[in-house]
T-cell receptor, first 109, second 115 residues
Framework: GQNIDQPTEMTATEGAIVQINCTYQ??????LFWYQQHAGEAPTFLSY????GLEEKGRFSSFLSRSKGYSYLLLKELQMKDSASYLC??????????FGTGTRLTVIP | NAGVMQNPRHLVRRRGQEARLRCSPM?????VYWYRQLPEEGLKFMVY????????ESGMPKERFSAEFPKEGPSILRIQQVVRGDSAAYFC?????????????FGPGTRLLVL
């Protein structure tokens, strides 16, 4: 089976850095995705990791360790508009995504 | 370049009625995925389709739910004899092809409310 664990809620201050952790278990693994979802809207693709290491894309970075079943999303220079849910999703060998419940991030002034 | 389109955005049905949810993938995408998001829960995979083929329906309830992706037209997720527990947001995603590195892009979702 597949399982994703990530914190339910986090709060951070505008301008700060926040790291959202995700651990996963799966019998087949084909990469790790991060999506951002504002309330009532579609998930929006942020990043994809299939190899170990850090992928940087502007203010967002994502890290993967396959041996540890661990990933994190790093958000720098937080802005108020970054308040959203961040979804960690693993891709199975069958090509579908399995999601965690998401981490609801609140950015405060 | 239009993204994934879903309609209707909101759908209200009474118990026992049928619900039809439509999804048009991004241009050039031939793979469609349906996910369901219950309140306060994560997205759950339901079904994966290519044109005229169901590739994986392991996440779909065995009864009352069906999906298709015809040669022409949108993909349809059909729920017969809806019950209150079917109230959820249903998201469709598409990708250009099968493959580990292909990103799935999501539509805005259909929010189904069963009275």
């Amino acid at each position: 089976g597949q399982n994703i664990d990530q914190p339910t809620e986090m709060t951070a201050t505008e301008g700060a850095i926040v790291q959202i952790n995700c651990t996963y278990q799966t019998s087949g693994f084909n990469g790790l995705f991060w999506y951002q979802q504002h309330a009532g809207e579609a998930p929006t693709f942020l990043s994809y990791n299939v190899l170990d290491g850090l992928e940087e894309k502007g203010r967002f970075s994502s890290f993967l360790s396959r041996s540890k079943g661990y990933s994190y999303l790093l958000l720098k220079e937080l802005q108020m508009k970054d308040s959203a849910s961040y979804l960690c999703a693993g891709k199975t060998g069958a090509n579908n995504l399995f999601f965690g419940t998401g981490t609801r991030l609140t950015v405060i002034p | 370049n239009a993204g994934v389109m879903q309609n209707p955005r909101h759908l209200v049905r009474r118990r026992g009625q049928e619900a039809r949810l439509r999804c048009s993938p991004m241009k050039g995408h031939s793979h469609v995925y349906w996910y369901r998001q219950l309140p306060e829960e994560g997205l759950k995979f339901m079904v994966y389709l290519q044109k005229e083929n169901i590739i994986d329906e392991s996440g779909m309830p065995k009864e009352r739910f069906s999906a298709e992706f015809p040669k022409e037209g949108p993909s349809i997720l059909r729920i017969q004899q809806v019950v209150r527990g079917d109230s959820a947001a249903y998201f469709c995603a598409s990708s250009p092809r099968r493959g580990g590195q292909e990103t799935q892009y999501f539509g805005p979702g259909t929010r189904l409310l069963v009275l």
